[in-house]
């Protein structure tokens, strides 16, 4: 189990007026904290494919993948690393609501962003990727 590797998937959307989409954990890791919408990549799936399941699962919305963004790496439970590769999607159709382990999901402006409670190291990615 020591240094086993996840892959996930992240989904960087944006609206007309620069915000992001965002969700709020709704179960741990990250329980209550708000992060970019993704999760693992499933046996047999791309990427995109990933970003796309994902993000319908958790904002209701369809969305397609487009360029990557960068990838970060966070420490799971027991040895676990997370691989997470962010790709820019775009909205393709779909109602916001929350689902899946979301607890909440919206729009949310830079600015705002810094003053909500986020998962470790999300504010220092979107940084460095010229997103904030």
Do not use: N, Q
Request: with cysteine.
């Amino acid at each position: 189990m020591e240094g086993m590797r996840v892959r996930c998937v992240g989904g960087i959307v944006r609206d007309e007026a620069g915000r992001l989409l965002m969700v709020r954990r709704g179960r741990p890791p990250g329980e209550g904290l708000w992060s970019v919408p993704g999760g693992r990549v499933e046996p047999g799936e791309d990427d995109p494919a990933a970003v796309a399941r994902e993000l319908r699962e958790e904002t209701g919305l369809d969305v397609v993948a487009g360029a990557k963004v960068g990838t970060v790496e966070r420490p799971g439970p027991g040895g676990v690393v997370y691989e997470i590769h962010d790709y820019a999607a775009t909205v393709a159709g779909g109602t916001l609501r929350a689902g899946d382990d979301a607890s909440e999901v919206r729009w949310i402006s830079p600015e705002e962003l810094r003053d909500l409670p986020v998962t470790g190291g999300l504010l220092d990615a979107l940084v460095l990727w010229g997103l904030l």
